[in-house]
């Protein structure tokens, strides 16, 4: 039976992923290793309670004693990395916390898992994939080439530099250890579970509850938008398949101004739940943030080549998706918003974000 460490797989990427897994490679044995901060929700997976092929672990990744006891306990020889502090906002407002959670923390289970493996023979089948993210590769222009696999590093936020640094940690275990690494970088991603600090589901929240859907600046910087069951299929093929010692930029193509996606969605919205009218006009321009790159943008021709993945689903069919699930899932929506997720819009957009809802916005 096929051990896999998932870290982060109580949260939004992780959650999916966990779920695709399953679903795919029922044989296999994955443990979920999850700090369960803030944006981390075991009721994600609470339906897998009692499977004997399913292991949560509450666990801080940056604790060495915590990591490599897993290592000594279980036959770990395949792990997906996804554990990670992601907002670049929170990053902005406490920095400290990355570098511990995607530096320190990447580094521990490097070398844990390496630690664990090297006595083992080529054929055990050990493999480490490290996931990163497009913002390591800093802002394009609006006519630039999207960012291949060998483009420079450029990186703006304190999020995006810790990413950076872990990437390239990663890469040096294979260069001097010749460990079984393969890293994946992509573009945001949006689906079922995302936590709603993040745009998608931070829009779509405010507009059921008729409050303003605040947008950076002119709403004019570009992201690519990659449905998260898509990027599930990526990773398990990068993991499965992927050349040792290589990156995989995993992207959609599906380009959009933050001003136009979000506009799209209150469309969806709108046709899903016409009972409440047009939300269009709580769409509210506020101060840019520090640092705020223009656009991100991947040339994914690599793994199109080399595995054969390409993404399925559209960004109208996605966020159709999404809108889909948030709706079924109020309930879910609001116990993940907590009293520390109110201070935190507070403290970003201001007291008129997060004044109190409008009662019959809700429901549905």
């Known amino acids: 039976m096929t051990t896999l460490l998932i870290t982060g797989g109580a949260g939004f990427i992780g959650t999916n992923f966990v779920r695709f897994v399953r679903r795919v490679r029922p044989g296999w044995h994955l443990i979920n290793l999850d700090l369960l901060t803030y944006a981390g929700n075991p009721e994600n997976l609470a339906d897998l309670a009692g499977d004997p092929r399913y292991t949560f672990v509450q666990g801080d990744i940056a604790d060495w004693p915590t990591v490599s006891s897993l290592f000594a306990a279980h036959p770990i020889r395949r792990v997906v990395h996804l554990a990670a502090e992601t907002h670049v906002d929170r990053s902005i407002l406490d920095p400290g916390v990355f570098v511990r959670t995607n530096v320190v923390g990447t580094f521990n289970l490097l070398e844990a898992a390496r630690q664990a493996w090297k006595d083992l023979p080529e054929d055990a089948g050990c493999r480490f994939l490290h996931v990163s993210t497009d913002e390591v590769y800093g802002s394009l222009g609006s006519e630039d080439p999207p960012c291949s696999e060998s483009s420079p590093y450029a990186p703006s936020s304190p999020y995006s530099a810790s990413k950076a640094a872990a990437d390239w940690l990663a890469r040096s275990y294979f260069k001097t250890y010749g460990f ?52 599930c299929a990526a990773l398990l093929e990068v ?3 992927g050349r040792l010692g290589e990156t995989y930029n995993i992207g ?8 136009e996606l979000v506009r799209l969605l209150l469309q969806i919205l709108a046709e899903m739940r016409p009972d409440l009218g047009n939300r ?7 101060p840019d943030r520090p640092g705020h790159d223009w656009r991100y943008a991947l040339n994914t021709q690599k793994i199109a080549d080399t595995l054969g993945w390409r993404p399925r689903v559209t960004l ?15 309930d879910w929506l609001e116990r993940v918003r907590t009293g520390e997720y109110r201070r935190f819009l507070e403290t970003q957009y201001g007291q008129a974000v997060v004044q109190e809802k409008e009662p019959a916005c809700g429901g549905g």
Do not use: M
């Open 316 to 330: 109208e069919e996605g966020l159709k998706r999404t809108v889909a699930w948030y709706l079924e899932h109020q």
């Open 252 to 259: 959609a193509n599906q380009q959009r101004t933050n001003l």
């Open 280 to 286: 269009q006009s709580l769409i509210t321009f506020v």
């Open 180 to 231: 079984p690494v393969l890293i994946t970088n992509c573009s945001n991603n949006y689906g079922p579970y995302q936590f709603p600090e993040k745009l998608i589901p931070f829009a779509l929240c405010q507009a059921l509850e008729g409050k303003p859907v605040p947008i950076y600046g002119a709403g004019g910087n570009i992201r690519d938008w990659l449905y998260v069951e898509d990027h």
């Open 239 to 241: 993991l499965e398949r």
